[in-house]
């Protein structure tokens, strides 16, 4: 399709695992963004791809995630170690000069 | 100070009514301005963008831009209960550096 595609939509897995979330943003679009999100809560930044510039990590929670962008296009968040404060909506956004951000539909992280 | 902030609401309105969503952002160089709704479980999806001062309107739904005030406000007219959800107002410095406000949440009663 025409949008951002997040992969898995769901993840369940025990503390203590490793897991990567996958982005493939829209084509074309030279920006693309990690959001949070805990339930009820508002949009919590966390990493800014732009380009072959280097990234905005500055809204990381912690040296246990990481993220990168091969090519230009697809991203993977990877998360370390996982917590149960981890467990949340990870969504992923992508935009241009020419277009504001759209968003994916979000992979939903339940840490047991 | 945050560099976006709305009021959480919730905000309830009776349908029909006109809904006032307001944000206030604090970086005075600010270009673009954007409106989010979100449903519950589901990603944001933006409704409305301004960029010039004064009003933009799409059917029911009007963005205010405030510069000066550093205010930026969206009216929705005709409030319908499919109009309950997650406002969020999202502000760039460039096209490419976006920030959200944390939200409010509208309620429509039938």
């Given at each position: 399709g025409a949008g951002v595609s997040q992969s898995p939509s769901n993840k369940v897995t025990e503390k203590g695992k490793d897991v990567e979330l996958r982005c493939d943003p829209i084509s074309g679009h030279t920006a693309l963004y990690w959001y949070r999100q805990?339930?009820?809560?508002?949009?919590?930044?966390?990493?800014?791809?732009?380009?072959?510039?280097?990234?905005?990590?500055?809204?990381?929670?912690?040296?246990?995630?990481?993220?990168?962008?091969?090519?230009?296009?697809?991203?993977?968040l990877t998360i370390q170690r996982t917590q149960q404060e981890d467990s949340a909506v990870y969504?992923?956004?992508?935009?241009?000069?020419?277009?504001?951000?759209?968003?994916?539909?979000?992979?939903?992280?339940?840490?047991l | 100070q945050k560099e976006v902030e709305q009021n959480s609401g919730p905000l309830s309105v009776p349908e029909g009514a006109i809904a006032s969503l307001n944000c206030t952002y604090s970086d005075r160089g600010s270009q673009s301005f954007f409106w989010y709704r979100q449903y519950s479980g589901k990603?944001?999806?933006?409704?409305?963008?301004?960029?010039?001062?004064?009003?933009?309107?799409?059917?029911?739904?009007?963005?205010?831009?405030?510069?000066?005030?550093?205010?930026?406000?969206?009216?929705?007219?005709?409030?319908?209960?499919?109009?309950?959800?997650?406002?969020?107002?999202?502000?760039?410095?460039n096209n490419n550096d976006m920030r959200f406000g944390a939200g409010t949440r509208l309620t429509v009663k039938p």
């Amino acid at each position: 399709g025409a949008g951002v595609s997040q992969s898995p939509s769901n993840k369940v897995t025990e503390k203590g695992k490793d897991v990567e979330l996958r982005c493939d943003p829209i084509s074309g679009h030279t920006a693309l963004y990690w959001y949070r999100q805990s339930l009820g809560q508002g949009l919590e930044f966390l990493i800014y791809f732009q380009g072959n510039s280097a990234p905005d990590k500055s809204g990381l929670p912690s040296d246990r995630f990481s993220a990168e962008r091969t090519g230009g296009s697809v991203s993977t968040l990877t998360i370390q170690r996982t917590q149960q404060e981890d467990s949340a909506v990870y969504l992923c956004a992508s935009s241009s000069a020419f277009s504001p951000q759209h968003f994916g539909d979000g992979t939903r992280l339940s840490i047991l | 100070q945050k560099e976006v902030e709305q009021n959480s609401g919730p905000l309830s309105v009776p349908e029909g009514a006109i809904a006032s969503l307001n944000c206030t952002y604090s970086d005075r160089g600010s270009q673009s301005f954007f409106w989010y709704r979100q449903y519950s479980g589901k990603s944001p999806e933006l409704i409305m963008f301004i960029y010039s001062n004064g009003d933009k309107e799409d059917g029911r739904f009007t963005a205010q831009l405030n510069k000066a005030s550093q205010y930026v406000s969206l009216l929705i007219r005709d409030s319908q209960p499919s109009d309950s959800a997650t406002y969020l107002c999202a502000v760039t410095h460039n096209n490419n550096d976006m920030r959200f406000g944390a939200g409010t949440r509208l309620t429509v009663k039938p």
